[in-house]
Each structure stands twice: as C-alpha cells, then as structure tokens.
C-alpha cells in the first residue's frame, strides 16, 4: 500500500467535511493558489519550508486533523522531495571547456568578431 501524501490527506479532509479551496483560505487566511500547491504537492512553488509548515498545521487544523502528526508527515515528504532534487555540483556548474583546441578557436573568434 503506497502512503498517500500531505496534500492527499489534506484534500481528503476537506471534502469529507464538504469544503471548498476559497472556505479553508477564509478561515485559515493562508492564499488559494498556495492551499492548492500544498494539495497537489508543489512544494517548489511556496515560500519557505517555515512558512509552509505553519500552512500545513492550520489546514490541518482547520479540517480537523492533528496538525502535529500532519506536519511530521510533511517534514518526511518535504525532506525527501529535497533530497531528490538535489543534484551533483559538476551537473549544477559544469565545468569550462580549456582544452587547447576551445581556446583556439575562442581566441580566433573574440579577434574575428573585435
């Protein structure tokens, strides 16, 4: 059986007790488009792991769900995500191509172009 997500539990909670996106926003004054980015697991697209953190423990809250085990469910998710986007430094920076032949031709072309 795969574990459902942050988002999953959440959105599962919110229709269970018959609410839309706009309701959880009003009381929790946390904006839709991030509410729905916490449903649907966007983690790249809000701000900061605290503030999401604090937003995943109101949502909790307010869909009647433990917040403290919703928000250690969501440190896992979140750590994991992390790490999987991370990648290697060479991959990130590749390095500049010296060999004698690229600088020949560097050099041929910055005296060609002025």
Known sequence: ?????????????????????????????IRKKYLEHIENSKWVELPGAAYITGFVKRYAD?????????????????????KQEVLPESIKNPPLNRSPIFLTIKRFLSKLIG
Not at 5 to 28: N, P, Q, Y
Not at 65 to 79: G, M, N, P, Q
């Open 1 to 29: 059986m795969s574990m459902r997500s942050v988002g999953e539990i959440l959105k599962a909670a919110r229709h269970k007790k018959g609410m839309t996106i706009a309701e959880v926003s009003d009381l929790t004054k």
């Open 62 to 82: 307010t869909v009647d769900l433990d917040a403290e085990k919703v928000s250690i469910v969501f440190r896992r998710e979140f750590t994991y995500q992390q």
